[in-house]
């Protein structure tokens, strides 16, 4: 969260506070899809090209209550709730016409859920040597 102090008291029709809302959102914007390891920033509709300004020092607070933050973090979950998004968008767009930018939704999903997949199979210890499968040539009496 960045809190933008200097725009307190504006109301809410302030062509200031509107121009610098923009270029407050058009950062942020620019900034995360820099940050992003997917290259990608999902958000409804990208943001009013604005000009770039310094960001004041962002604040970070819990908004998930521990419980429940304990729960959804498990890798597995993780997956099966992110596989479930794509099945839910999927369907969305075989059942009308969409926008482009709800397809780079559904392609962003699922680089998310390889990398999810990825990293949940490397976590488990990756996949067995077939070598050492049981039945293999090795530990046959044949």
């Known amino acids: ?27 942020v914007f620019q900034k995360l899809l820099a940050d992003s390891m997917f290259g990608a920033v999902l958000n409804e509709k990208p943001p009013i090209p604005s000009p770039l300004v310094n960001l004041p020092t962002s604040l970070r607070a819990p908004i998930v209550p521990d419980p429940v933050n304990e ?45 999810l997949a990825n990293q949940r199979l490397e976590e488990s210890g990756g996949l067995p ?6 039945g293999s040539e090795e530990d046959s009496d044949v």
């Open 1 to 27: 969260m960045w809190p933008l102090w200097d725009l307190e008291g504006q109301g809410k029709g302030s062509a200031t506070a509107k121009s610098s809302l923009n270029s407050v959102e058009y950062s």
């Open 71 to 115: 729960r959804r973090k498990h890798s597995d979950l993780r997956v099966a709730r992110r596989a479930s998004t794509i099945a839910r968008l999927a369907q969305v767009i075989s059942e009308r016409a969409v926008h482009p930018g709800l397809r780079h939704t559904l392609l962003v999903q699922a680089r998310r859920l390889e990398h």
């Open 129 to 134: 040597d077939p070598s050492e499968a049981p």
